[in-house]
C-alpha cells in the first residue's frame, strides 16, 4: 500500500481518498508564483496533493485539512516521512471550523463530486462502504461552502484550484463568482482523445485576468499514458 515517487513516499492504506490520478493531475496542473509561501489542501485524504505542492514549492508551508481522522492520521504519517516533514502540518476538523491565523497563497481541492441527490438515488454509490459515501458525497462539504471558504482563506493575490466532473465546471464557476472569485485557468481533461471530457482543473483568484484553457489526454488509445500526461507527471513520477 505504499505508492512511491521521485521525492516522497505515500501509505494509502487506511485513508479514504487514495493515490489517484484525479489527484496526481491537480497536484501536477496546480500553478502559482514560485515565490509561495503557504499552501492549504482541503480535504488532503493521504496528503499525495500536499505532497506533491511540498515538492513544487520548496519555501512553503504546506497544511492539509481532513475531516475524517484515519485519512488525517495517515496523511500525518506521511507528512512526517517525507523530506519536506518540518514544513508540512495536517489539521483534523471540518473545513467550515478551521480558522488559521495566516491567508494562503495557494489553496486546492479535490473535493466531494456527488451532490446529496445523487447519493439519495444510489448513483455511483452502491457498492462502497458509509464512510467512503460521506466523504464522496457533498454531506459534509458542498460546492457552496468551498468556494466561501477558500474564499475567506485565501490571500489577495492567491489562487484557488479544484479538480471536479467536466459537467460540474459551469455551476462551479457561478458559485465561485458570487463568493468573489473569478476564473483564469481551466485546463479540462480526457482519458483518451476519442472519449468525452470527464475531468476539469479550474484556477480562481480574486482578481479578474485571462482566462487561459487548455486540454489534455491521459491514455493513447492502446492503454500507455499519452506523452501529454507522461509531461506533465515526469518531476514526480519514478
Not at 515538492?55 to 485519512?71: L, R, T, Y
Amino acid at each position: 500500500m505504499i505508492f512511491r515517487f521521485k521525492e516522497f513516499e505515500v501509505r494509502h492504506r487506511d485513508s479514504l481518498l487514495k493515490v489517484n490520478t484525479d489527484a496526481v493531475l491537480l497536484g501536477a496542473i496546480t500553478m502559482h508564483d514560485a515565490n509561495t509561501n503557504s499552501v492549504l489542501d482541503i480535504g488532503t485524504g493521504c496528503g499525495v496533493i500536499a505532497l506533491m505542492l511540498a515538492q513544487k514549492f520548496p519555501n512553503a508551508i504546506i497544511h492539509g485539512i481532513e475531516p475524517d481522522e484515519a485519512s488525517c492520521n495517515e496523511a500525518a504519517f506521511n507528512f512526517e516521512n517525507a523530506s519536506f516533514a518540518s514544513r508540512m502540518k495536517t489539521y483534523h476538523e471540518p473545513l467550515q471550523n478551521f480558522h488559521p491565523e495566516i491567508h494562503y497563497d495557494l489553496i486546492v481541492s479535490n473535493p466531494p463530486y456527488f451532490e446529496v441527490p445523487e447519493f439519495e438515488k444510489g448513483n455511483n454509490t452502491q457498492n462502497i462502504s458509509e464512510r467512503r459515501k460521506k466523504l464522496a458525497t457533498q454531506f459534509t462539504l458542498n460546492f457552496d461552502e468551498l468556494a466561501q471558504h477558500a474564499s475567506r482563506l485565501l490571500e489577495t493575490k492567491g489562487a484557488f484550484f479544484v479538480i471536479i466532473p467536466a459537467n460540474a465546471g459551469e455551476k462551479f464557476e457561478a458559485i465561485c463568482i458570487s463568493n468573489g472569485l473569478h476564473k483564469f485557468h481551466t485546463t479540462r481533461i480526457q482519458s483518451k482523445s476519442s472519449s468525452a471530457f470527464q475531468r476539469v482543473v479550474l484556477g480562481f483568484g480574486k482578481t479578474k485576468r485571462s482566462d487561459i484553457e487548455t486540454s489534455l489526454v491521459i491514455y493513447n488509445e492502446d492503454g500507455t499514458r499519452h506523452p501529454e500526461y507522461i509531461s506533465i507527471t515526469k518531476d514526480f513520477y519514478l
